[in-house]
């Protein structure tokens, strides 16, 4: 992988060939069925002699990845959910497309399927807050061996030794930098936590699931209040930001690509931003 900065010439590659390894890693088949995964603008066959990896592709993504020379800018949210009537300036959506395709930037999307791949998103995620022994949360049998295939949503783990729920959640928010964490009430005088569980984005459906594993705390985004009635007494859940919880894939599609194609020019976008902020 050639570095950031160097004086070596990049590859000039196809898309199809820039996106390959990340579909062997999370084939665009695990995505949910309301999902848009794969090339959202532009054509495989196109060639890029750069791409910048970013969580929501936004008009100062553009703008860096024209500056940098990207001609694929590869993001964890699909810029296109729903189908366009009109292409121009109505809405940040169709500004965002009309803008990649006067400037011939490709845009593709890996969203649910990295959820669900191997080793995907909220495994990521449980490694960096120091979680061992990971593994899925709710996971999918392969239905010809009945065996736990490593496909599904979610992370289970155990940290190395036991601590303060709010001394924990304060070690997350310092790692994600997390402006607020909202939080149900602790169980008990003294909580501790040591196994938690977590699910990337928009999860709360995973709660019951925390739950039936034995885990302490449960870790996710958008949770509603019915999700924080449904835990008391019976586990801790806060909810670390969606923009927060997946950051990470950022790293992991870099990581992926990386691995298996040299001397091409792939960038962390430095101009991903969280569009939520925080009054505390």
């Known amino acids: 992988m050639k570095n950031q900065g160097?004086?070596?010439?990049?590859?000039?590659?196809?898309?199809?060939?820039?996106?390959?390894?990340?579909?062997?890693?999370?084939?665009?088949?695990?995505?949910?069925?309301?999902?848009?995964?794969?090339?959202?603008?532009?054509?495989?066959?196109?060639?890029?002699?750069?791409?910048?990896?970013?969580?929501?592709?936004?008009e100062e993504v553009l703008d860096e990845a024209i500056a940098k020379g990207?001609?694929?800018?590869?993001?964890?949210?699909?810029?296109?959910?729903?189908?366009?009537?009109?292409?121009?300036?109505?809405?940040?959506?169709?500004?965002?497309?009309?803008k990649a395709i006067r400037n011939n930037i490709a845009i593709y999307a890996a969203h649910t399927n990295l959820d669900?791949?191997?080793?995907?998103?909220?495994?990521?995620?449980?490694?960096?807050?120091?979680?061992?022994?990971?593994?899925?949360?709710?996971?999918?049998?392969?239905?010809?061996?009945?065996?736990?295939?490593?496909?599904?949503?979610?992370?289970?783990?155990d940290l190395p030794e036991a601590m303060g729920v709010t001394d924990f959640l304060r070690k997350v928010a310092a790692r994600l930098g997390i402006g607020c964490v909202r939080h149900s009430a602790l169980c008990g005088e003294g909580e501790k936590v040591r196994?938690?569980?977590?699910?990337?984005?928009?999860?709360?459906?995973?709660?019951?699931?925390?739950?039936e594993v034995?885990?302490?705390?449960?870790?996710?985004?958008?949770?509603?209040?019915?999700?924080f009635l449904a835990a008391t007494g019976r586990i801790v859940i806060a909810d670390i930001g969606h923009f927060e919880s997946e950051f990470c894939a950022i790293e992991l599609i870099f990581d992926v690509i990386s691995k298996k194609i040299a001397n091409f020019a792939l960038h962390k976008s430095v101009c991903s931003h969280n569009p939520v902020n925080y009054l505390v």
């Open 6 to 58: 160097t004086e070596a010439p990049a590859d000039v590659m196809k898309i199809k060939e820039i996106i390959a390894p990340l579909e062997e890693f999370a084939p665009l088949g695990l995505q949910e069925a309301y999902d848009n995964c794969g090339l959202v603008v532009g054509e495989l066959e196109d060639e890029a002699n750069a791409a910048l990896v970013c969580v929501d592709v936004t």
């Open 70 to 98: 990207a001609g694929l800018v590869i993001a964890h949210h699909p810029i296109i959910f729903h189908p366009l009537r009109a292409i121009g300036s109505r809405g940040n959506v169709e500004r965002v497309v009309a």
């Open 116 to 157: 669900r791949a191997r080793h995907g998103m909220s495994y990521v995620l449980a490694r960096q807050l120091g979680l061992l022994d990971i593994e899925v949360l709710d996971p999918e049998v392969d239905g010809s061996s009945d065996a736990k295939s490593g496909v599904g949503f979610g992370a289970v783990g």
């Open 195 to 211: 196994r938690v569980a977590l699910m990337t984005g928009a999860g709360g459906e995973g709660l019951e699931r925390a739950i």
């Open 214 to 227: 034995g885990a302490d705390l449960f870790l996710s985004a958008d949770l509603k209040h019915d999700r």
